[in-house]
């Protein structure tokens, strides 16, 4: 057999496998698509994704959700009459929930992926002057939320009467300047553990309630915010052992360079 000839060869034992591949696929995706037809929901399984300490949401409510509080029931009804753009948008009108995917798998099960939201905060509505209101939760991006009837959260509690507009939303330019100091607040276990409470004023200024003793922090504005949190550590440092929690009504850490403190 000549060179030429093997090659040739060659050449078309390379173009077989591609076709055979090729035809392999397409009856794949055919078999797929038939069987997709052919398969009827046989169950809704739910994964819940949570940063929280518990997860805020349930189930139990994801489902009545999906299901359109059980009037829309999927057993048994074949996949391709589900649609699972219509499941992810009636699972995404939960104010908790931050996303929401939805597939099927060759069982006739519908895999729900849920991840919810992590809240910094929590708003506390009758304190700013809305008690006609619940209580709201605030998110990492800056949204106001509902509350789980699930789990409480231990989180930074917030009043004030910067929240006395219900529909304040902490992402427009003024509430901006709030969301670095509760993030800051938020990833420190310490300043976490020490502050209960925080008062935001209608012109966004702060006053800190700590966890121990009866004295106020006057934060001020939430500007240089660490440079601020480096000086009441410095004073927890150095005042608190010696004058003890109790001996000043207010600290003032909105002075630059200073620490202002009142009996």
């Not at 093997?6 to 077989?16: A, D, E, H, N």
């Not at 398969?39 to 189930?59: F, Y």
């Not at 000086?231 to 927890?236: D, P």
Request: aromatic letters at 10%; hydrophobic letters at 40%; glycine letters at 6%.
């Amino acid at each position: 057999m000549s060179p030429s000839t093997k090659i040739k060869i060659q050449r078309l034992k390379k173009i077989l496998s591609i076709v055979i591949l090729m035809g392999l696929a397409i009856a794949a995706v055919v078999y797929e698509e038939i069987s997709y037809n052919e398969i009827k929901c046989t169950g809704l399984v739910v994964k819940l994704d949570s940063e929280n300490e518990k997860p805020l949401l349930g189930k139990q409510d994801i489902n009545l959700m999906v299901t359109n509080q059980g009037s829309d029931y999927f057993l048994n009804k074949p996949l391709n009459e589900i649609s699972l753009h219509q499941i992810e948008q009636r699972v995404k009108r939960i104010p908790l929930v931050k996303s929401c995917e939805a597939h099927h798998d060759f069982s006739g099960k519908i895999i729900i992926s849920v991840k919810e939201y992590n809240p910094i905060a929590r708003i506390l509505r009758f304190t700013s002057g809305v008690s006609n209101l619940r209580d709201q939760y605030v998110t990492q991006e800056g949204r106001l939320i509902s509350t789980s009837d699930l789990f409480t959260p231990r989180i930074l509690v917030v009043s004030g009467p910067f929240f006395k507009d219900s529909r304040r939303d902490l992402r427009d330019p003024r509430g901006k300047t709030l969301l670095p100091f509760l993030e800051f607040i938020n990833q420190d276990e310490f300043w976490k553990a020490q502050i209960a409470q925080i008062i935001v004023a209608e012109d966004g200024g702060i006053v800190m309630v700590p966890t121990m003793g009866k004295t106020y922090i006057d934060f001020g504005l939430p500007i240089h915010i660490e440079t601020k949190f480096k000086k009441l550590a410095l004073f927890y440092k150095k005042i608190i052992p010696n004058k003890g929690w109790n001996t000043y009504s207010w600290i003032h850490l909105k002075y630059k360079n200073q620490v202002i403190c009142d009996y």
